[in-house]
């Protein structure tokens, strides 16, 4: 009876109480957070190629 009600719930608040965003809004979104995932991933990228070389000259001064 519960599981029932809480569904009701659940499905009158997802219909008549969420505001959905547009398809121009969902786009818009969309591009900020495939930007975002880019100039994120480049730091890593830049971040991983820097240690990788200083680590390689360090472990040269020893071998």
Partial sequence: ?????YLQEA????????TWPTWKELQSSAIVVM??????SLLIFVVDLGLRNTMNFI?????
Avoid: C, N, Q, T
């Fill in 1 to 5: 009876m519960k599981l029932k009600l």
């Fill in 11 to 18: 499905y009158d608040e997802l219909v008549h109480k969420v």
């Fill in 35 to 40: 930007v975002a995932s880019l100039i994120i």
């Fill in 59 to 63: 472990y040269g001064l020893f071998y």
